[in-house]
């Protein structure tokens, strides 16, 4: 069963669509980052992925920093805006809602999705789960698309295919 779902999901990485990243997140070449790698499940049409924080990332000495939940979050909820709306996009708010403790040293679920689109604002739910799927931290965020002139800014030029990414 875990093969057949495992086909289902794609790994995204920010090489493929040209650019190079240093993210705190998600890159897995910044040594002082998180490395959490991002999935995109094309079953549910949504990105997860699967994380355990050591106590380098607490606030509290067995929770998870909050900030650093936000992070996460932020995160998987952006790929959502890039794998499922196709869109190269940023966060212009945010809010969350802290229902349990993210602890340390144990492994959590991250979920992301795409609620709504309209026009270039993509709104999104994300979601840390424990292993019993109970929901630790939910965000809603909004995301503005980007125009060529500020993804030329933040991630570099945008050609070819990758375009269909960006603002009208």
């Known amino acids: 069963m875990a093969d057949e779902r495992n086909r289902t999901k794609t790994r995204l990485t920010n090489e493929q669509w040209g650019f190079s990243s240093n ?10 980052g998180l490395r959490i790698p991002f999935f995109h499940d094309h079953e549910r049409d949504i990105v997860t992925a699967e994380f355990e ?14 900030g650093v939940s936000l992070a996460v979050l932020d995160e998987v909820q952006a790929w959502a805006t890039i794998a499922v709306a196709g869109k190269f996009a940023v966060t212009t708010r945010t809010s969350a809602e802290f229902l349990r403790p993210v602890r340390v040293g144990k492994t959590y679920t991250l979920e992301g999705e795409v609620v709504s689109v309209d026009g270039d604002t993509i709104a999104t739910v994300g979601r840390i789960l424990d292993p019993r799927g109970e929901v630790r931290v939910q965000s809603e965020a909004t995301f503005l698309v980007l125009s060529a002139a500020i993804a030329a800014d933040a991630i570099g030029e945008v050609s070819g295919d990758d375009t269909a990414f960006l603002r009208d």
């Open 23 to 32: 993210c705190f997140v998600c890159e897995p070449a910044n040594g002082a």
């Open 53 to 66: 924080l050591t106590d380098a990332f607490s606030g509290a000495p067995s929770y998870v920093h909050g």
